[in-house]
């Protein structure tokens, strides 16, 4: 009998996965392994939005960008081009009324990774060349689009709009974590930055125990299966010493057919 899906996104963006996975018969667990939040200090992201006329371009690196952002946006300037990595930023900004029809939105195309690189690529950088660019995304990541634009000199902002972090142990959490590592499971991890955090969760969960030699979740995780988007993340599963992977590629169509092949 198959174990459980486990859909570790923020919370946000796992239930529509949620529901298209138990609509193929599996059980679906839901474990965000991080947690986003708005800024303490909202000012300086409203200032920067305020002058978003001011930008040939603004590039979102995640949905959770895109709906921080879009809680301070009553209507976008129709002459900025808009930039994201993927199917999931595309739907985010449908919600708030951001479509192809309206509006110029530049991604990646649908058969290639849904990543910075790709969307660098997708861009005509040479006509960026001496114009104001926006970066919107979470307080850290990863510098390569910034200084991809840079490069091809564009002159660049980045506007932090969100915090991410690796939620607290707390008992509720251990409890359920011992629970998925009692069955193998299909994992669906969207992040490496949520994988190394789940790793660390796991070692900490481990020093809770009476006999910490005799008890290795992180060992029991490694040996569950991995199901991932992107070859970065691989990268990072097999140097945490994971074996059990799939490599689907970008977006939920293909997430959901190496699900079905698991059947």
Not at 130 to 157: H, T
Request: hydrophobic share 50%; glycine share 6%.
């Amino acid at each position: 009998m198959a174990g459980a899906v486990v859909i570790t996104r923020p919370l946000a963006q796992a239930a529509p996965l949620a529901a298209r996975v138990a609509a193929l018969g599996r059980t679906v667990e839901v474990l965000p392994l991080l947690d986003i939040a708005p800024l303490a200090d909202q000012r300086p992201l409203q200032a920067t939005l305020a002058r978003l006329a001011d930008y040939a371009l603004v590039a979102f690196v995640s949905p959770n960008a895109i709906d921080a952002a879009f809680a301070h946006i009553k209507q976008w300037p129709p002459e900025v081009t808009l930039a994201v990595v993927g199917e999931g930023s595309r739907t985010a900004l449908a919600v708030h009324g951001v479509t192809p029809d309206r509006y110029r939105i530049v991604c990646p195309a649908d058969n290639v990774p849904s990543d910075s690189e790709h969307l660098l690529q997708a861009l005509d950088l040479a006509a960026l060349k001496g114009r104001p660019v926006l970066i919107i995304r979470g307080e850290s990541g990863r510098e390569l689009m910034g200084d991809g634009l840079r490069a091809a000199g564009a002159l660049v902002d980045v506007a932090p709009a969100y915090r991410r972090s690796v939620p607290p142990l707390t008992a509720e959490l251990g409890a359920t974590l011992r629970r998925l590592l009692a069955q193998q499971n299909d994992w669906i991890i969207t992040s490496s930055e949520a994988l190394r955090g789940l790793c660390g969760i796991l070692a900490e969960l481990d020093l809770q125990h009476p006999d910490a030699m005799q008890h290795n979740s992180v060992v029991a995780m490694q040996q569950q299966h991995l199901i991932v988007p992107h070859a970065r993340i691989a990268e990072t599963a097999n140097n945490l010493g994971f074996s059990k992977l799939t490599l689907t590629g970008s977006g939920d169509e293909r997430l959901l057919a190496a699900l079905q092949s698991c059947l």
